[in-house]
């Protein structure tokens, strides 16, 4: 086991990637606290224990630094000093041309994604730098640096996450502590399931494994980052997306990619 006696944090836990990840820890060996701005996070801190992990959980809102303060405190108090922290929770605040999107929307995004991690950094630095041991993951998206289609708020504050990450080496590497980012591309949350059937096959066609990735594969280079193995991986941009962040618009790519779908 990659994780046994580390306690880990993990945000945005309901669902989706934060909850597959924290059962891919659990079974590392990992203790768990997971939080989330929904109540249906409790679920997730039952299925950890479930595993025979210590878990514990905290309902709280991560752009706001109050509350942020409360709930890792919780967590703290249950689980002890946090040397894993996975900052997952994010948000697509709304979709639209940079024209038609709004200041909330745009704020929104700002602060859910890119001060939300700020905020949770801040609140478990000062034991990771203490104990000359700590992991930091920021999970970013690949729209930081490709962009991403009336999405322009998200696509900044994921490559907003990048300077923070890369800053977070800079500061702290001689601590014993490391911080990644990971770009994920498309990958099966409930969310992306449900996407109508021919938008989800088109987007499958410029992927170059030809699949969409599992949450579990997330969880487990989450894991590996996390583990004493990645000790010298330090401020690294690391893609999970099956080479969807390569060259798929080239003309090459494009008959290939025609060739297997037909119609595209
Ligand atoms: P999701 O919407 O299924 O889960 C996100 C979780 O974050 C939810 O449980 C939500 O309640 C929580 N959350 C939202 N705002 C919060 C807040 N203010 N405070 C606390 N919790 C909050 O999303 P997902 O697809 O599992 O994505 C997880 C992360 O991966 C996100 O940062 C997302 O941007 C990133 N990502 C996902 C994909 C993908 O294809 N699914 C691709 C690239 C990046």
Same mark, same amino acid.
């Given at each position: ?33 997971? =939080? ?18 210590? =878990? ?20 703290? /108090? ?14 697509? =605040? ?9 200041? /909330? ?24 730098v203490r104990n000359k041991w700590g992991r930091i993951i920021n999970i970013s998206s690949g729209a930081a640096t ?50 109508? /059937? ?37 401020? =690294? ?23 297997s779908t037909g119609d595209l």
């Amino acid at each position: 086991m990659l994780l046994e006696g580390k306690v880990v944090l993990i945000s945005g836990a309901a669902r989706g990637i934060g909850r597959a990840s924290a059962l891919v820890l659990a079974r590392e060996g990992a203790d768990v606290g997971v =939080a989330d701005i929904l109540p249906e996070v409790e679920e997730t801190a039952r299925a950890v224990a479930a595993l025979g992990r210590r =878990a514990a959980w905290a309902v709280f809102d991560i752009s706001n630094p109050a509350e942020v303060a409360r709930g890792v405190g919780q967590i703290r /108090e249950q689980l002890g000093d946090i040397d894993v922290l996975v900052n997952n929770a994010g948000i697509v =605040a709304n979709i639209a041309r940079l024209e038609k999107m709004t200041h /909330e929307a745009w704020q929104r995004e700002i602060s859910v994604n890119l001060s939300g991690a700020f905020n949770m950094i801040k609140e478990v630095i000062g034991p990771m730098v203490r104990n000359k041991w700590g992991r930091i993951i920021n999970i970013s998206s690949g729209a930081a640096t490709g962009g991403l289609h009336k999405q322009i708020g998200y696509a900044a504050s994921k490559a907003g996450l990048l300077g923070l990450t890369k800053t977070v080496t800079l500061e702290h590497a001689r601590d014993g502590i490391t911080c990644n980012a990971i770009l994920p591309g498309l990958i099966g949350t409930e969310l992306v399931q449900m996407m109508p /059937e021919e938008i989800r096959e088109r987007a499958v066609a410029s992927i170059p494994a030809r699949r969409i990735g599992r949450t579990e594969e997330v969880g487990d280079l989450i894991a590996f980052l996390a583990s004493d193995r990645a000790a010298y991986i330090n401020g =690294a941009e690391i893609r999970i997306d099956g080479g969807m962040g390569l060259n798929v618009g080239s003309l090459g790519s494009r008959r290939e990619m025609k060739e297997s779908t037909g119609d595209l």
